[in-house]
């Protein structure tokens, strides 16, 4: 008997559920193993230590203010998006 697998709405389609062919299954959980590797490796966190002038650190905490979020999340997406948009230069 095969195993019935959920699949939640995707917006796609209104599929419920899904009776994989018996070599798609195992794609399936491989497909799952590898996104919850995926998550753990993206959630993963180091420290690190930036020497910055007082200016630029009042200014950073000036505009984090602003924006209703604290200083080191706001220096944090910053620099993250300054380095995505450099990725896609390079890709």
Known sequence: MTKKVHIPNI??????????APDEEEKILQFEKQAEEDIKL???????HLRWSEFEIRRAKKIAEKLGMPYQTYIKSTLKQAMDNDEKKFN
């Open 42 to 48: 993206k959630k993963q966190t180091a420290n690190i």
């Open 11 to 20: 917006g796609i389609s209104e599929v419920t559920e899904y009776i994989p």
